[in-house]
């Protein structure tokens, strides 16, 4: 028998509702969660700057393999033998803004994130910014990223800027390298210090003072090297350039330079894939192009080299050529020739000299990402028409376009 | 984080408890059955009309009502796809009155109740949007393989595209076509009120196909579904429902003793010819004697066996109901060792613990395991290797290779609700669903030791866990305010919180052969994501009824969300409708039975992405497996949902005593503040995209639908039917940016459909001896922009039924990644002979459109996009209800079933299939055909025995 008063049933009702109600609240319902994120204002932390700073290793990482990749297909130094879509079109020479979005936005990331990163370092850190390690490494990837932004586009723009020439990215990277040089010498990185006058010397290089870069070069033994780091530890680590020819078929040495050496010369390595059972095929990705498979990076873990010795000694060369000093010009050459163990070359007129130079850095940095921008600046006659395995275009691109996202975005720009 | 619109809508729900009660005298029962075929009808409600009393007929179709009060009354039984059908009796003190019900099938029925997006019970005359509904002897009427062949062909507005013919595959389902840009378009499931995933589970690019979880409804468990198709009919489901919203009923118990019933299935799957009719071999997959490593039939398709069992059982008392169900199923795909093996259980009990409280408790847990073939994209994958013949990547051209690549998928799924009705009073209701849709979902591939792709071998296991939840309460209120004049109000609040968990692990290098788990590889890696977010809102709806035939609605949906910006609020959504029905006035024509006129607008929404809204930052490893840092997302603190804004109006209505039906339904919506993913300059340092609130889109179309019943005699009722529909969206405004590319050559572009194809195409076609003049041009939708459906059902004697199902798409164009990559390696057979050409050097007679598609130097994928209209026969069935003369003792009804599906395909398109789609993951929404296994045909005998 119910006895209650029907405000004492309403009442016991409300408060099942309110209970209710509670515990919904109590139970946060309405929380978003995500916690693989990272709060920005989280990073304004001392012990937080050391992630920051391999960051900027990663992020540059990231980029540059895969601009090793596009350059080594636009270029000489590989068969575009895959079926990408934009293989298909490096092959030929052919590369527009909307094709270029992945390199432009990851070098302005690795740029930004080097260069912002300085600003809040300097915040978070205070007083023990200046000469430290992770100082004088994050103004080397600023540096690095400026110059590698500088040698693969054909204009470049900063913070929504109109377009500007290369030469404004490496005179930004020869800033953040005098200031990598600065850091290192005070916290006695000499690794780092002799990284930052190799980068300093190439973004010479690209502004054509050949007494700067010759300067700075000199301070590099042959024998140095510093590399961006790549690594089997994530699918993000990774060496796309190992990916895109061991796993895929995207590249062939056929028909290029350094498919030409039997044996390959130590610099260009390759499997011919039509003689080795090694390959899972010996045929590209195209479909009719002999897999030539190169082996400069051997793993998902083979670093990228970012400066050498090696590459020193040829812009001495180079210096010394554009001097006329064509004996000592070849004496750089057979340098590095020596460091690899293989016999010197002789060359007497500009012409013959010229040729070696090419040939030689094209092998000595090759799949480097760099040989796009020797193209450029050579204005060299594989631009007019020339090929490997397929015919190119008369006027092959030398350079990468400004990226159709930045055209798309920046008033200041349009493709 | 805790966000601020929890406490207010609970607040709000304080404010929504009632009280009433009532008392009745005296007692009724009866019979309810078929019309044409004098069975019982099961579980149909019988309510006095005008108090609050009521039953369901028990199993074998009684009824009885006690305690009816003395004195003169009116009975009145509704049933889906029938006539509403009233009676009077009197009751007498102390006396039972008998009334029988013979119920009649209709093809319009304005007074059946609908529940999806009216805020309360309401019947279709009150309504002002267009209403699908498919019941449970529609679906009977063709085979289903999948949820999407439940939809497929059904109605007006309703698109679903056969993305691939792997068994377990899911399809892309569309109502009233691409409303959104970046959030996705698929329509909100609702299970018995119950919210359920609805995406397609992740996908993976090594089979490019992703199961459906919808696919574990189990088809037999389905009583009913209950699709609206627009903002305007969804704005009371508020943000996330701007594409539309589908409800599910399952089947309940019923007063009775246990009613078994016991189907049996068999067939297999087929592949017709695939590929240009000129190449005899199939693309080297129907013929493949002459290829290393086919199978011994001498083709790579078979016919893949395919079987399930379904056993359920339904009965209960006046206090308890219950409907169980098992199923067990089998489906071997077109390509061996492809399968897909399921069973699910389901447990549905009703509650009556007193007159006027009525609760359910639904239950269902299933469990699916598919093995896949590599498909798609893939260097790995079968029919890219196959096809591409020599040019392919297997070692020695032995494809078979491939298939020794483990790809599994199984999946745990499990929905819980419960949903309780009180009744205070016979003009108010309460209504409380609250419920739990978890599922989990593992993938599995395995390259195993001295695979030749991989030698070392790797695996890959994926682990996804979905948690969604819901709950949901509603309250309605009828008041007569005068003779003539009715109000209905509704109010409501609804929580929504869904959770989802992805692990990954990734081994490779083994050490050996045998079967492995991840970390039996020297090096591994790990990945983890976990997002949660919730919404919550509620809502207001008045109605007011004149004369039973006006009414007008007016409704308000106050939304927060957990993944608005801080600075954002309250998202509201009104909606406003009416509904005329003319043909209730003494000078509507006799002949024209019914005639609804409607219109209504509203809106609905899409939430953005959880996160967008805060600038953050990722944890990558960098330096060889140190910490790092990258960035993540800008953050934009006024980002709220996108709104799409719908008008519908049109008629629906019966002609010549219910043997014509005709709908017509025009809409038009818009999508504003559309969450368009803006690239920030890439200059400025963080070149990921930031979802903003600035596009604009429209989307427009009209929608007509007749049905026939052509003769309605003993020895023959024969009814046809068809639709046409169109679909036409629009970009408006893309925040600026001039366009967003999706991939495959498909962009958003503010004037074209969302999206479309942009390609290089030849511009100078017709010139004979010429060299191609190649420029990129628009070519076409990706979606279709009209869809059409025939149907017809004859039975014969009221026991030989023939049901066909026909339906075509068009108006938009397709990719064939297959035919332009085979191009290029000189194997596609309708290049063939124009390639020798070429070779020879005799271009003389060639057109420029020869070259531009078959040449090697000019061929473009945009040469190989072309229009994919496309007609299918997608179901045809013979049903034979065997005599109950010639049934055993204990046999109550026997049902036979020859069934098949996508008979046949009528179209010009020149690559595999007009339907296959290289990425089955729903959220894709560009469309592209990459070497995928086509949709398959499905042959199938069935016997459903009731005992």
Wanted: proline share 4%.
């Amino acid at each position: 028998m119910n006895n209650r008063t029907p405000f004492q049933r309403r009442l016991g009702r409300a408060g099942i509702v309110l209970l209710l109600a509670c515990t919904l609240a109590a139970c946060n319902v309405f929380d978003v969660k995500n916690p693989g994120k990272i709060l920005d204002e989280d990073l304004n932390n001392e012990r937080a700057i050391r992630a920051l700073v391999v960051g900027m290793s990663a992020d540059f990482s990231v980029v540059y393999d895969d601009l090793g990749f596009i350059v080594a297909r636009l270029s000489d130094e590989m068969a575009a033998s895959g079926s990408y879509f934009l293989s298909t079109r490096a092959r030929f020479g052919i590369i527009e803004s909307d094709d270029t979005d992945f390199y432009w936005e990851g070098l302005h990331q690795a740029r930004f994130v080097a260069e912002n990163g300085l600003v809040r370092m300097e915040d978070v850190l205070g007083d023990q910014f200046n000469g430290n390690p992770l100082t004088a490494r994050a103004y080397f990837f600023a540096g690095l990223a400026n110059r590698a932004l500088g040698e693969a586009f054909c204009q470049v723009t900063y913070e929504g800027s109109e377009p500007l020439p290369k030469a404004a990215a490496f005179e930004r990277a020869v800033g953040h390298f005098t200031n990598a040089i600065s850091q290192a010498q005070q916290a006695g990185e000499n690794d780092l210090l002799l990284a930052a006058y190799g980068g300093r010397a190439q973004a010479h290089v690209g502004l054509g003072d050949w007494a700067s870069a010759v300067a700075d070069a000199q301070q590099l033994s042959t024998d140095f090297a510093y590399e961006a780091i790549y690594s089997d530890n994530s699918g993000r680590e990774s060496n796309e350039i190992y990916d895109e020819t061991h796993q895929r078929y995207e590249m062939s040495a056929f028909g290029a330079l350094a498919g030409s050496f039997d044996p390959p010369d130590p610099r260009a390595p390759y499997t011919d894939c039509r003689v080795d059972d090694d390959c899972s095929t010996n045929i590209g990705a195209d479909g009719s192009t002999f897999h030539l498979r190169q082996e400069k990076y051997n793993a998902l873990g083979s670093n990228i080299p970012v400066v050498k010795g090696t590459e020193m000694r040829l812009i001495e060369a180079e210096a010394l050529w554009e001097q006329g000093n064509l004996d000592a010009a070849m004496a750089k050459i057979n340098e590095v020739r020596a460091f690899f163990d293989l016999d010197p070359l002789t060359a007497t007129t500009r012409e013959e000299v010229f040729d070696v130079l090419d040939k030689e850095r094209h092998l000595t940095l090759w799949l480097e990402g760099r040989r796009l921008f020797d193209l450029h600046r050579w204005d060299h006659p594989f631009l007019r028409g020339g090929g490997v395995v397929y015919e190119g275009i008369d006027n092959r691109a030398s350079c990468l376009p400004i990226a159709d996202s930045e055209c798309q975005t920046n008033p200041n720009v349009s493709c | 984080m805790t966000n601020r619109y929890g406490r207010l809508i609970v607040s709000m729900f304080l404010l929504l408890c009632w009280t009433a009660s009532a008392a009745a005298q005296g007692t009724i029962t009866g019979t309810v059955t078929y019309a044409d075929t004098d069975d019982s009808v099961p579980a149909v409600n019988v309510i006095v009309v005008g108090l609050n009393l009521g039953t369901a007929t028990g199993l074998d179709g009684t009824y009885r009502i006690d305690n009816v009060p003395a004195g003169p009354h009116t009975l009145e039984v509704r049933f889906l796809g029938y006539k509403t059908t009233r009676k009077p009796v009197t009751v007498v003190d102390g006396q039972t009155a008998t009334v029988n019900f013979s119920l009649e099938e209709s093809l319009l029925e304005m007074d059946e109740v609908v529940v999806t997006g009216t805020g309360g019970n309401a019947r279709r005359r009150e309504i002002g949007n267009s209403i699908e509904q498919i019941t449970a002897a529609q679906l009977e009427a063709a085979p289903i393989a999948d949820f999407g062949d439940l939809l497929q062909g059904r109605a007006a507005g309703i698109m679903v595209m056969d993305n691939s013919g792997m068994a377990g595959a899911g399809s892309t389902i569309r109502l009233r076509g691409n409303n959104s840009i970046s959030q996705g378009n698929e329509p909100l499931i609702y299970i018995d009120g119950v919210r359920v995933l609805s995406d397609n589970f992740a996908g993976d690019p090594e089979l490019n196909q992703a199961p459906s979880p919808l696919n574990d409804i189990n088809p037999d468990d389905i009583e009913r579904i209950e699709i609206v198709k627009g903002a305007a009919a969804t704005t009371l489901y508020g943000t996330e429902a701007a594409g539309g919203v589908i409800q599910i009923f399952t089947k309940r118990g019923a007063q009775g003793r246990p009613n078994w019933s016991f189907e049996v299935t068999q067939g297999f799957n087929n592949m017709g010819h695939v590929g240009p009719d000129s190449d005899k071999t199939g693309l080297g997959l129907n013929d493949c004697s002459d290829q290393p490593g086919c199978p011994s039939n001498g083709s790579w398709f078979r016919n893949g066996h395919l079987q399930s069992y379904n056993l359920s059982v339904r009965g209960g008392t006046e206090a308890l109901t219950y409907f169980l169900s098992g199923r067990l199923g089998r489906e071997e795909g077109v390509i061996a060792p492809q399968y897909s093996a399921d069973y699910a259980v389901r447990g549905n009990f009703g509650f009556t613990p007193a007159r006027n409280l009525s609760i359910r408790f639904n239950n269902a847990y299933s469990f699916r395991k598919t093995r896949w073939i590599p498909d798609g994209n893939n260097a790995e994958g079968l029919l890219l290797n196959v096809i591409r013949g020599e040019r392919g990547y297997t070692p020695g051209n032995d494809d078979s290779k491939v298939l020794d690549m483990r790809l599994f998928t199984n999946t745990n799924h499990f929905t819980t609700g419960l949903n309780i009705s009180w009744t205070p009073s016979a003009n108010m209701l309460h209504r409380i669903n609250a419920g739990l849709d978890f599922a989990e979902f593992d993938y599995s591939e395995e390259r195993p030791w001295g695979f030749f792709y991989v030698p070392e071998g790797d695996r890959e296991d994926d682990r996804y866990t979905y948690r969604n939840m819901t709950f949901d309460y509603a309250g309605s209120l009828d008041l007569r305010l005068s003779s003539d004049l009715k109000s209905s109000s509704a109010w409501g609040a609804q929580i929504y919180s869904k959770s989802f968990i992805q692990l990954n692990g990734f081994g490779e290098k083994f050490a050996g052969p045998g079967d492995k788990v991840v970390n039996s590889g020297a090096i591994t890696e790990a990945f983890e994501d976990r997002i949660s977010s919730a919404s919550g809102g509620f809502f207001l709806q008045q109605r007011f009824g004149w004369q039973d035939r006006l009414f007008l609605t007016a409704g308000l949906r106050l939304d927060g969300h957990s993944t608005f910006g801080d600075n954002f609020g309250l998202a509201p959504y009104p909606k406003f409708s009416a509904s005329y029905l003319v043909s209730e006035h003494r000078f509507w024509p006799q002949w024209w039975d019914t005639m609804k006129l409607r219109v209504a607008y509203g809106e609905s929404g899409k939430a953005p992405d959880a996160f967008s809204s805060i600038r953050t930052w990722d944890s990558v490893s960098g330096d060889d497996g140190e910490p790092a840092v990258t960035p993540s997302n800008l953050g934009n603190p006024d980002l709220g949902p996108e709104r799409t804004r719908e008008v519908e109006f049109g008629f629906e209505g019966t002609l010549l005593d219910g043997r014509v039906f005709a709908e017509l339904t025009v809409y038009d919506q818009r999508t504003y503040d559309a969450l368009i993913a803006v690239q920030p300059t890439p200059s400025r340092g963080i070149p990921d995209t930031q979802l903003e609130n600035v596009g604009e889109l429209t989307n427009k179309g009209v929608e007509a639908t007749l049905r026939l019943t052509v003769l309605d005699r003993e020895k023959l009722r024969w009814q046809v039917g068809g639709y046409v529909s169109t679909n036409h969206s629009k970009a408006v405004d893309l925040g600026g940016l001039e366009s967003i590319s999706i991939g495959w050559r498909q962009y958003i572009r503010p004037g074209h459909p969302v999206p479309s194809y942009f390609h290089d195409v030849v511009t100078n076609p017709d010139e004979v001896g010429a060299t191609p003049v190649m420029e990129e041009q628009y070519l076409g939708p990706s979606y279709p922009t009209h869809t059409y459906g025939l149907n017809m059902s004859a039975t014969f004697f009221r026991r030989l039924t023939l049901d066909v199902i026909g339906e075509g798409q068009g108006g938009h164009v397709l990719s064939s990644g297959t035919a332009y990559q085979n191009v290029r390696r000189r194997v596609w057979p309708t290049c063939t002979a124009i390639q020798e050409q070429i070779s020879a050097g005799d271009t003389g007679n060639l057109t420029a459109r020869d070259r531009a598609l078959c040449d090697t130097k000019y061929v473009t994928y945009g040469m190989w996009t072309q229009a994919a209209d496309f007609f299918k026969l997608r179901s045809m069935a013979v049903s034979y209800r065997l005599p109950v003369r010639l049934l055993p003792f204990s046999v109550r009804g026997a049902t036979l079933r020859l069934q098949a599906r996508n008979l046949f395909t009528i179209t010009d398109y020149p690559g595999l299939n007009p339907e296959t789609f290289e990425d089955g993951s729903s959220g894709a929404l560009y469309r592209q055909e990459y070497y995928n296994i086509p949709p398959a045909r499905t042959f199938q005998f069935s016997l459903k025995v009731d005992f």
